[in-house]
């Protein structure tokens, strides 16, 4: 298994996720936790959470936006 983690300050970010470390030629499960469309840590909706499942190879990137005080953790597990 691979994990990824980031976290941002004040300051929403939109990040892409490079995942040419993997093995090429294998498949992976991703499983992401991300901030939520609302989250935004100077609200009530702080703790707003997505939690997605997509298939991944080396080949793709994974796009993300970082709430202002948020973050993201996805765990890479070999298929």
Do not use: N
Request: aromatic share 8%; glycine share 8%; charged share 30%.
């Amino acid at each position: 298994d691979w994990y990824v983690g980031g976290v941002t300050d004040a300051t929403a970010r939109d990040v892409t996720v490079p995942l040419a470390f993997l093995d090429a030629g294998r498949r992976y499960r991703a499983t992401i936790y991300r901030d939520g469309d609302d989250a935004d840590y100077r609200q009530a909706t702080r703790h707003s959470i997505v939690i997605e499942e997509r298939e991944v190879t080396a080949a793709d990137s994974i796009a993300l936006r970082m709430a202002p005080g948020g973050g993201v953790a996805i765990r890479l597990q070999a298929l």
